[in-house]
């Protein structure tokens, strides 16, 4: 095949209709340029346009390739050799899009992991708030907190916002008319200077002989210690827990609940509230122990 042939053939049967090259191209689907290019012979026609260009131009598939009208007719074999072509090269480009659409997909995920990473295991990308995320518990360590009778084993990664001055762990006291007593349990001061950005904090809860005991690790510190002398205590009560199951970021104004245990007084089990609240959500007669970690 000869472009420069063809395309002259091209130029000549489309003046002979009185076609302008944007009408050629507009009925083509392409662009005035692509008809421009292959009338010079610098480009030939997309196999799949030959049928249609002839058409058009009232010439034979077999004259559009030899570029000459004279050409000994092979119609009806080079059409079914067009139409063969045109089918395997649409199931090529289905199949290169498909590809394409893993690839970018593919290369989206690598991306989105880098990016986990590098949030979760460096200090490299700017943290402007504590974040605290679910870890899941594995089945050892649940072994172990039941043996030792908390059934309240939680942990968290802790991800420090930037220029943290001190964190503080306190357990409070809440009734139906509000908060009744507040201790600090674990204050790491931080001072705005470099440090670990992301700490483990894990905890567990237990009422043994009327006490509240509480088991925590936070940055390799462990605390064990118990809450004396409540008078919510006094009988063994019926108790629930709860505590966040999703990613929650730390409000400096409230801090973030990360732990409820209601106690019954006698109105019955509501479970309290966690997350970025002030205060549980309480019926009468009813006691809760809150875990905060507050950011300053």
């Known amino acids: 095949m000869n ?8 130029a000549q049967a489309r003046k002979e209709k009185n076609l302008t090259q944007s009408d050629l ?8 340029q692509a008809v421009s290019k292959w009338e010079r012979g610098l480009n030939f026609p997309d196999i ?3 049928e249609p260009l002839g058409q058009l131009l009232e010439l034979t598939v077999s004259q559009l390739m030899a570029g000459e009208r004279d050409t000994m007719p092979q119609e009806e074999l080079l059409q079914d050799s067009l139409r063969l072509g045109a089918a395997h090269s ?11 659409a893993a690839a970018g997909l593919l290369v989206a995920l690598l991306l989105l992991s880098g990016y986990l990473y ?3 295991h460096t200090n490299w990308l700017p943290q402007r708030h504590t974040v605290i995320t679910p870890i899941e518990i594995d089945e050892m360590d649940a072994l172990v907190a039941r043996v030792a009778g908390d059934c309240t084993l939680s942990a968290f990664d802790v991800a420090l916002a930037d220029g943290l001055e001190a964190l503080t762990l306190q357990l409070e006291l809440w009734d139906d008319t509000g908060l009744l007593d507040t201790r600090e349990i674990f204050v790491p001061r931080y001072d705005g200077g470099d440090y670990e950005r992301h700490q483990k904090l894990v905890f567990a809860f237990s009422f043994q002989d009327n006490d509240f005991l509480y088991d925590l690790t936070y940055g390799g510190c462990a605390i064990s210690s118990s809450l004396e002398d409540l008078a919510c205590l006094e009988s063994p009560p019926a108790w629930g827990f709860d505590a966040p199951r999703d990613r929650l970021e730390v409000s400096r ?3 973030a609940i990360l732990a409820s245990v209601s106690i019954d007084g006698g109105g019955g089990i509501r479970t309290s509230v ?3 609240s002030k205060a549980p959500n309480l019926a009468k007669n009813q006691s809760a122990i809150l875990l905060r970690l507050v950011c300053r």
């Open 25 to 32: 191209a507009a009925a083509l689907h392409v662009s005035t």
């Open 118 to 120: 590098v949030r979760n």
């Open 3 to 10: 472009s420069v042939k063809t395309g002259s053939l091209i």
């Open 274 to 276: 966690t997350g970025n």
């Open 90 to 100: 649409g199931r090529a480009k289905k199949w290169r899009r498909l590809f394409l």
């Open 48 to 50: 799949t346009l030959l």
């Open 253 to 255: 104004e409230t801090g």
